[in-house]
């Protein structure tokens, strides 16, 4: 099966400037996620979607960053204006909720979107 | 708060002998536990999940232990091999509102020496 497609694969853009990154999830995935990884840590949860709608945006910077999943299919993640602390990772995720079994709450990862603010 | 922390930032082995990897977590309201393996310019990649009703669970060449008297979570690497240089984290998950919630630790990075 195909995987979970991120564009662009790299960024550069000076603070205060806008920026958007797409995920195209793996088909039939109702649940996408995105994560913040920074340079030396792990993947920090900004956004989940299951279908086209928000379960959980709670460490989601609302003042900057904007996501939507138009359709349940799809999703982008926008940042404006950017910060020089936004320079990160930006990692989209998908998973199929099958259960209560081992195996069901497996997260399939994107290459991530690489952002460096200047 | 949660929290999943990891023991050492770097493990140095050589090829062949066994990799232990372990974590902490300071919470235990989990539904379950997962490490993921992220190789350099690649987003993490699954390895292996344990529930948190179980105390083990194995897989090619991985077994994971968990220890919930002490909230403590490992990972061994048999035989280890240089593919298996990478940065090792793990995850925690809970179910909450009808979806998954996954929290991941900072990361161990494993270097394999020939």
């Known amino acids: 099966e195909a995987g979970v497609a991120q564009s662009p694969r790299y960024k550069i853009i000076e603070k205060r400037q806008s920026v958007a990154f797409w995920c195209n999830p793996i088909?039939?995935?109702?649940?996408l996620y995105w994560y913040q990884q920074i340079l030396g840590q792990g993947p920090k949860l900004l956004i989940q979607?299951?279908?086209?709608?928000?379960?959980?945006d709670s460490q989601l910077p609302k003042d900057r960053f904007s996501a939507e999943r138009l359709k349940g299919v799809d999703s982008t993640l926008k940042i404006q204006p950017a910060k020089l602390e936004d320079s990160a990772v930006y990692l989209c995720?998908?998973?199929?909720?099958?259960?209560?079994?081992?195996?069901?709450?497996?997260?399939?990862f994107g290459a991530g979107s690489r952002l460096t603010v200047l | 708060g949660e929290s999943v922390g990891l023991h050492l930032p770097t493990l140095s082995v050589q090829e062949g002998d066994n990799s232990i990897i372990n974590c902490a977590y300071s919470n235990s309201a989990s539904d379950y536990f997962i490490w993921y393996k992220q190789e350099s310019g690649k987003g993490p990649q699954f390895i292996i999940d344990?529930?948190?009703?179980?105390d083990k669970r194995q897989g090619q060449r991985v077994t994971v232990l968990l220890n919930k008297t002490v909230k403590h979570l490992s990972l061994q690497i048999a035989a280890t091999q240089p593919g298996d240089s990478a940065v090792y984290f793990c995850?925690?998950?809970?179910?909450?509102?009808?979806?998954?919630?996954?929290?991941f630790g900072a990361g161990t990075r494993l270097a394999v020496h020939p």
């Open positions: 995850a925690k998950g809970r179910r909450s509102g009808g979806y998954n919630k996954l929290i």
């Open positions: 995720a998908s998973s199929h909720f099958k259960g209560q079994g081992t195996g069901a709450n497996v997260l399939t």
């Open positions: 979607f299951q279908n086209n709608g928000v379960v959980d």
């Open positions: 344990i529930r948190s009703n179980m």
């Open positions: 088909s039939g995935h109702a649940t």
